[in-house]
Each structure stands twice: as C-alpha cells, then as structure tokens.
C-alpha cells in the first residue's frame, strides 16, 4: 500500500485523532456471497485495462481484507473462472469476445457470485470511450438491470479545482444495504465519470426517477452537475445532453444469489481512479472506504453505525481561557454542550461560563471569546466592555448563530450577532435569512449538507483540513461589509477575510421571517453560499458560522450527525480551535484501512513534519502503539534501533525513545500473535530545533491505524 506523506504544523498540545477514527466493527452476515474463508477475487486486465501503482495498493489491500487475488491477463475462460468468487473489471479498452462473455455468462449462473464492473465517460475520442458499450455488454449477458450511459458528466459547483474533477455529495443512507455501503462514507471522487441509468426489460430508465426491483443507487452526483455529451458517437439513453443533476454514479444490484455493483468510474487506471489517497490535488474523500465498504458486502461483512471520535488528552503546562456566554444562550443540549467544554478542556483550554452578563472583570485574563445563537442583545456596557477587551490585540472571537427559521426570540440572533461584529470593526456579516438544499440534505431540505470546503493553501486550508461533509441544520448565511454596503462574500473578495465552508449549488434563499430581509442576497437565490468565515484584524481573528456551535437541538457539535449521516462538524470545530489557539493548524490527510478483525492490518500513513521559527531542542520522542490483540509482540523500531513494547492493560501496548540528536528518521511498528502480523504501520520524522516535548501518536485497531504528531508550543496569543 501506498504510503501518504503530509506536513504536520504545531498544535498547543492539544492532540485529536482529526479523521474522527472510524473504528468499524465488521461482523459476519447469515448469507455471505461465499462460504470461502478466503474467496478469490479475478481482475481482468486482458482487455487493455491500464494501470499503474495504484494497482498494486489495490491488489495489496485485498489481500490484506482476507481475500486472494488472481489477475487475468490473457483472457478470460472457464478454467480461469473456475474457483473464482468476484470478478473484477475496470475501464475495458477492448471488447470481450464471444466466448469470453459466454464464459462469464455461465460462471454467474453458478451463484453465489459478486461483480464490480467500473468504467470511464467518453471524455475522448480515444479507446476508452466505449468501455461504457463494453460494459454493458456484460450487463445483459448476465442479466442485470444496471447500465452504464455513454456520456459523461460534470460539476460546476462541487469539485476539485475542474468542474471534469467531480466530487460527490449525495450518498445513499437507507437502512439495510444502502447504508452499509455507504457507511463512514462522505465524498467521493469521480474523475471525468460516466454515470449509470437503468433497463426495465423494455426501455433504459432514469434511476433517480424510476425504481428498480432489487436495484439500489448507492451515490449521486450534485444538483447542479449537467451531463456532457463529449463524443457524440454514443448518446446517453435514458437522459438528455444539458440535462441537471442528481445523477446515479453508483449502484448495487442482487441477483438471486449474485450481487453487481457499477460504477462511472474506474476503481483502478493509469490517471485519476478510485483507488488513490489522498484525492486528487489532496482534496480529501472518501473512496477508498466506499471500495472497502463494497468489498466488505462482497465477502458477507457489514459495518455497524459510526462510533464516537476518539481524543487522547495532554497536559497543558499554560491552557488558554475561553469565556463562553451563557446569558443570552439558554437553549443548551447537555450532551452536545457538556461535550464540547469537555473537548475543549481536553485539548488545552480553561474554559470560564458566563452565566450573568459581560464585564472587563470576566474578560480579563480570557484569550477566546465564544456566543452562539443569542435570544437577546448585549447591553451597551457588555458591548464597550468587549470591544476594549478586543482592541487589546491577540484575542480571538467565535460568533455563530441561526436563521430565521421562525418567529421566536431566536430569529433576531443574526441581528444581534451583527451589532457585535460591528463593534469589533468585523468585515463579516449574517443574513437575516435561512437557506435550504434540496439536493444535499439529511431528508429535508433544510438539513443542509454542506459539500464546499476553501482548500486553498494556507489558513483556508488548515481550517478545512480532513472535512468533507459538513451538517448545519436551518443554518443562516453570511455577507460582508466594504464600509459602504453589503456585499456578497460568493462573489466579492474582502482583505483579510477568507470563506470556510458554502452550500451546494442547489441551494436556495428562504425568506422565513419577513421581519429582516438579506443584503446581499435575494429570496430564491440559487447558492454556493458562504456559510462560514474567517477573519484576521491585526494579531486579532473572527470566525462566523450559521450554525450554533451548540444549543438545545441540533449543532455542530454532536455525534454522529443528524439521523446517523455521516459529517466531519466536530473536525472543523476543532480545526478552527487549533488556529484560535496558534498561528498554523495541523495541515495533514489521515489514510484509513479498514479490514475485518481476523486478518492482517496495514496502514500507509506518513508524516513528515517540519516547523519554521525559533525553538527549542527536541526531546523526548515516544512511540505509543494500541493494538486489540492480548499477548501479542510489538517492536517499535527507529532506524536501526528496535525497541520492544511493553503490554500496559490488554491489547494496548507502550515504547519509548528519547533523544536530542536532530535529523530525519524512519519508524516503523510490527504486531504479531502466534507467528501472524495483525498490524503494521510506519512513517518518518524530522527531528529539527523547534520541537519540545515531540511525541508520535499510533494508534492501530483490527481495522484502522492512524498517526499524528504533536508537540508542546509556547502560548502565541499571549505574545505582544
């Protein structure tokens, strides 16, 4: 497997597993595919499939799963087929002969049979262009609903940089089969895709409007992605050139015994596939998962609901002080609240509840300033009492609010919310409007999904790192202020002051309450909309979300999101904290490798991480290794030395390395029980000068291994 190399900036020793581990328990199903301990998985590449490492990380990581693989490259016949359980094809070249489809034909009658047949969009007149046709083929031969359209589709408003780059959004979360392949799953990438439409026995039909018997769409393009008609040589079936999205992109079928899944893109090819990490221009998503999920159905697995994030304390020698009014807040969830003190406590904060009013006294020593969704205004002391503790410089403020979603007393929150970024001489804005998404949603429109992440380098980045689905539920919208008048921030570029998170294009302006109407922007208006924001104002900074961080129903700080949907909110909540806190964030991507608990673990995660002010010498390096397996033997080894761990409570082992000598070096863990690898994972560091008190952080479990580096930070907002 691929390693995945990535630069890690400083935190204030404060450490969380930023994929918010999926720890995936995968159980056995009453009726698996085949009764193969290990079944055998045939990957066609005799029809000019072309490839390259990613291949191998694929052939690799099956093996890993508990699956033994065969490649085909001399054609397919009976006698290859003969004890084969899945069969494999990705982005056909060539077309399969007669023979060869009988063959294939007559071993899916057998049963107890699993394909995936991944193609390509005729973005080319080239070869590749009818894979679609080829694919198809095969889809009648063995009697399946599914098939491929040959034409291609794009996304204007999602999407990596391209609007050919698509990622997508929209992921099937029924109960049952559609949730266990889409479980953990939040964004995917489909490079120049193809997408799937359906036979009825008569005629193609549209899957998002017509439903098929034992057929379930597993992903969907945005609703804004337009179907491309690139090579006019094949027309799309069931839909039209310029149509608007969603779209089928990805889908499953069982056939008595059998099971089909398709896909508009190639698990697998020489350019952009399924199988890479980190996504194309390190995007992050989610495909390899999607693709563990699928083989995990294959084999007869399933994987349970999302489990709690997990966060590993450390010791704050000075912790911040984050103030978090209460007074004009009383809609509070114990849960989602008392969590988040808890976090925040956790990661290095003293937090301070202001339960009766704002005063310079409270503000004194505080460096974070917290108010979500306020009932009422600050009083004109509270309101000078702030705007002097701010003027004060290294201070940071996080105001978040609602919509108008209703008369009650929180309707005017964006208003009130304004009248302080006003005082703090803030360019930010809420719109006293709700915004609604009828294509990326939690079963209604306004359980907004939120699919748009700032990923250019720098803040937008570090704020946005390892996020791919946001949850706001009834959120608000935000706008901006040139000095003269509102401006919109979608459109209009203010100094200092960088976008976060937008709603798909889809999205539309409501007008709940006319009471307030928006600035910048009009009732029905289509999105992207901003969303959330951040601002810098000298060594001051600002964040504006329109969602409550917490409140009595549902925020950005619970877990797991709104009806088990999958979001990374908690991520961005502590990606945000992390630059309040210090001048950089962790700037990183997490590889996860999901596998059942009786096979191997492997990992490909690899850090190196550098920092560029003065310091301090480094001591102290600690590999701390976690492994689910009792009496297992563990061996830490740095460059040449090797260093056994020891066992500290069932399954969890510890070693330790101290040094003060600068330079890289290579790590690497190895767990074994009874002669078998159950886990391994390595990576490398680079020791330099400003590192105190460095620590690398693994953590391997039966189906995931993540590492992150931390280290302890002099307090920056404390600097004059």
Not at 112 to 126: E, P
Not at 339 to 354: H, I, K
Not at 402 to 427: H, M, R
Request: hydrophobic residues 45%; proline residues 5%; contains cysteine.
């Amino acid at each position: 497997m691929k390693n995945t190399t990535a630069k890690a900036i400083i935190l204030t020793s404060m450490t969380l597993l930023l994929s918010m581990t999926l720890l995936i328990t995968l159980a056995s199903l009453a009726n698996p595919v085949t009764a193969a301990i290990n079944p055998t998985v045939l990957i066609d590449l005799s029809h000019s499939n072309t490839h390259g490492g990613d291949l191998d990380a694929f052939v690799s990581d099956l093996t890993v799963w508990g699956f033994e693989v065969v490649l085909a490259r001399g054609g397919i016949n009976s006698t290859i087929l003969a004890d084969v359980d899945i069969f494999v094809q990705s982005m056909p070249m060539t077309n399969f002969t007669a023979d060869e489809t009988a063959a294939l034909a007559s071993w899916f009658a057998g049963g107890n049979k699993a394909v995936w047949l991944a193609t390509d969009s005729d973005f080319t007149t080239g070869p590749s262009v009818e894979g679609p046709i080829y694919q198809n083929a095969l889809l009648e031969a063995m009697g399946s609903k599914l098939r491929f359209e040959p034409c291609s589709v794009e996304s204007p408003d999602i999407n990596v940089e391209a609007v050919y780059r698509v990622l997508v959004p929209i992921f099937n979360r029924a109960p049952g089969l559609a949730y266990s392949l889409t479980a953990n799953v939040r964004m995917g990438f489909f490079h120049g895709p193809a997408i799937l439409c359906g036979w009825n026995g008569t005629d193609h039909v549209a899957l998002e409007t017509v439903t098929l018997a034992n057929v379930t769409w597993i992903a969907k393009t945005s609703g804004s992605s337009v179907l491309v008609e690139t090579d006019p040589t094949y027309l799309a079936y069931a839909h039209t050139e310029g149509q608007k999205g969603p779209f089928v992109i990805m889908a499953a079928e069982e056939l008595g015994t059998n099971k089909i899944v398709a896909s508009g893109e190639a698990i697998f090819t020489i350019y952009k596939l399924m199988y890479h990490y980190p996504g194309e221009r390190n995007y992050p998503q989610d495909d390899k998962i999607l693709v563990r999920n699928v083989f995990a159905w294959f084999k007869g697995e399933v994987i349970p609901d999302p489990v709690e994030p997990t966060i590993l304390n450390t010791i704050t020698v000075a912790p911040l002080k984050v103030l978090i009014d209460l007074r004009l807040a009383p809609y509070l969830s114990p849960g989602s609240f008392d969590d988040f003190v808890s976090d925040l406590t956790a990661w290095g904060f003293e937090v301070v509840l202001a339960r009766g009013g704002i005063n310079s006294t409270i503000l004194a020593d505080v460096d974070v300033f917290i108010q979500t969704m306020p009932v009422a205004n600050l009083t004109a002391d509270e309101t000078a009492a702030l705007v002097s503790w701010f003027a004060g410089g290294n201070k940071a403020v996080w105001l978040a609010t609602d919509s108008d979603f209703t008369t009650g007393p929180s309707v005017e929150g964006p208003i009130y919310q304004n009248a302080l970024l006003k005082a703090l001489g803030s360019k930010l804005r809420f719109e006293p409007c709700s915004v609604e998404s009828p294509d990326i949603n939690v079963e209604a429109p306004y359980r907004v999904l939120v699919p748009i992440f700032n990923r250019a380098p720098g803040l937008a980045y570090s704020l946005t790192a390892n996020v791919r689905m946001g949850f706001f539920h009834g959120p608000a919208i935000l706008c901006g202020w040139n000095g003269t008048a509102h401006v919109a921030l979608e459109t209009v570029t203010l100094a200092n002051v960088t976008w976060i998170a937008k709603t798909s294009g889809a999205s539309v302006l409501v007008e709940t309450d006319p009471t307030y109407l928006a600035y910048a922007h009009t009732e029905g208006q289509k999105g992207p909309f901003v969303i959330m924001a951040a601002e810098e104002i000298g060594t001051n900074k600002i964040v504006a979300s329109g969602e409550a961080i917490f409140t009595l129903y549902k925020s950005m700080y619970h877990y797991p999101g709104e009806r088990n949907y999958p979001q990374d909110d908690m991520i961005l909540v502590k990606n945000v904290f992390n630059w309040l806190a210090v001048e950089t964030v962790i700037e990183t991507e997490l590889a996860v490798s999901a596998v059942p608990t009786s096979v191997m673990v492997e990992t490909n995660v690899t850090f190196a991480a550098t920092y560029t002010t003065s310091g301090i010498l480094a001591e102290n390096l600690t590999a701390e290794v976690s492994v689910p397996v009792e009496n297992a033997s563990v061996t830490v080894s740095i460059d040449t030395i090797s260093i056994p761990a020891e066992e500290v409570a069932p399954g969890e082992y510890n070693a330790t390395w101290e040094t003060t000598t600068l330079g890289s070096f290579t790590w690497n863990v190895t767990a074994t029980k009874d002669g078998h690898q159950t886990g391994t994972t390595s990576g490398s560091i680079e020791v330099v000068p400003e590192f105190q008190g460095l620590m690398i952080i693994l953590l391997l479990t039966p189906i995931v291994a993540i590492a992150i580096i931390t280290a302890k930070k002099r307090r920056l907002l404390r600097l004059a």
